[in-house]
């Protein structure tokens, strides 16, 4: 049994250099699927990341009018922390603004002078709303709506903002959906070349599996060696793929903290490195090995 397995994978490996021109083409676009998959995987993460920071730094500001009471705020406040998808609710009374706002601009006199002048605070007391999603402020807008203590509300600021939010969130999205269809796509022009590789390797080994065939060699033993082309394709392939990802992670690890400083793609790829293996193995060989197998049964019927 195992002289047998050994002269199966010495015929795969002949075969994969007999066709070697090719072989390099079809590791080439599978190398393309295998890092658009990788490039998902990592990019996950730092999504994530990115995503928490965004959600971390949004939040709604509900404006109150001039004479409303700090009483009727804190009533509003109250109630809205009663609501499951509030995170954290801050209460800002005007002062606190107008001292924030006197220590950012300080070093512009024209402008403090000119806020002297007005003779009181212009900044109005407000609300600081943040919530677990991005998706929930509308929902706790549309409360606030409908709430007996809408009279007390200036203003929310939360329909300036929309635009900004959705863009951000559709953008992310929006590069998901493009990395995943590329993905297929390129997973299917990986697999037909592939089998077209090892249906012009069977082509070219014709009088060796018709001689095979007359000494009575088995099915699996004629078709070992095309699974094993393809097994060595998936494997170089997905090698090729890991290297070129840690280079890049490694790589750009340093710009990219420059201008994302919570996201380390070195860490991530480390943190992620068995699984990451794993998932481009299972891609490789399981591309070059099924497209093997569904040549091998097209072209080698018994």
Known sequence: MFILLKRIIKMGWKNF???????????????????????????????????SDIQEKVD????????????????????????????????????????????????DPVLIESLTELGYNPFLPSLNIK??????YEQIVKLLEMNSYKDLIEKVDYYERKPVIEK?????????????????????????????????????SGEEISIMRLIGASNWFIRGPFLVQGFIIGIIASLITFLIFFGICYGFDSKVKSIFYEVSLFNIFLTNMLNLVLLQLL????????????????????
């Open 60 to 107: 709604v500001s509900i404006y109150f009018k001039e004479d409303t009471l700090p009483e009727e705020i804190f009533k509003l406040k109250a109630e809205i922390s009663k609501i499951p998808e509030v995170k954290n609710i801050d209460y800002v009374s005007s002062e606190q603004i107008f001292n924030k706002f006197k220590e950012k601009y300080k070093r």
């Open 131 to 136: 919530v677990y999603q991005a998706s929930q």
């Open 168 to 204: 951000i969130f559709s953008t992310i999205n929006g590069v998901n959906k493009a990395i995943v269809f590329l993905g297929i796509i390129f997973g299917i022009i990986s697999i037909l070349i592939v089998f077209n590789t090892i249906r012009i390797a069977i082509y070219n």
């Open 283 to 302: 891609i490789g060989i399981g591309l070059g090995v099924c497209s093997s197998y569904i040549a091998i049964r097209r072209y080698l019927k018994t």
């Open 17 to 51: 250099f007999r066709n070697f021109s090719l072989n390099i083409a079809t590791i080439f676009i599978m190398v393309v699927v295998i890092c658009l998959v990788t490039l998902f995987f990592l990019l996950n993460p730092i999504f994530k990341i990115l995503i």
